[in-house]
Nanobody, 119 residues
Framework: QVGLVESGGGLVQPGGSLRLSCAAS????????TAWYRQAPGKQRELVAL???????NYADSVKGRFTISGDNAKNTVYLQMNSLKPEDTAVYSC?????????????WGQGTQVTVSS
């Protein structure tokens, strides 16, 4: 069984920074990618950033140049460094890890952490 625990959310003023962490536990083999998603009230969940075990990354246009996703394989942890935060970044941020199976894949989700950007 795989468990994911996010941390690092909170209240920050516009222009500020936060670093989110997503720590994975359990026996994890065959990771295909790890991603951060966010969901604001009344909006659909959207992909924020994704990283593969090889270090390839992908970002939503709205966060390019401001957010950086990175991973520490030794700690089974993925980070999301968020700089120059805007009120529109306010959302619940969740991480997802996708693991390959013999056929197809399976995804595991964390419980989410609230990020609020407000003065």
């Amino acid at each position: 069984q795989v468990g994911l625990v996010e941390s690092g959310g909170g209240l920050v003023q516009p222009g500020g920074s936060l670093r989110l962490s997503c720590a994975a536990s359990g026996s994890i083999f065959g990771i295909k990618d790890t991603a951060w998603y966010r969901q604001a009230p009344g909006k659909q969940r959207e992909l924020v950033a994704l990283i593969t075990p090889g270090g390839s990354t992908n970002y939503a246009d709205s966060v390019k140049g401001r957010f950086t996703i990175s991973g520490d394989n030794a700690k089974n942890t993925v980070y999301l460094q968020m700089n120059s935060l805007k009120p529109e970044d306010t959302a619940v941020y969740s991480c997802k890890i996708r693991v390959g199976l013999t056929s197809g894949s399976i995804s595991y989700w964390g419980q989410g952490t609230q990020v609020t950007v407000s003065s």
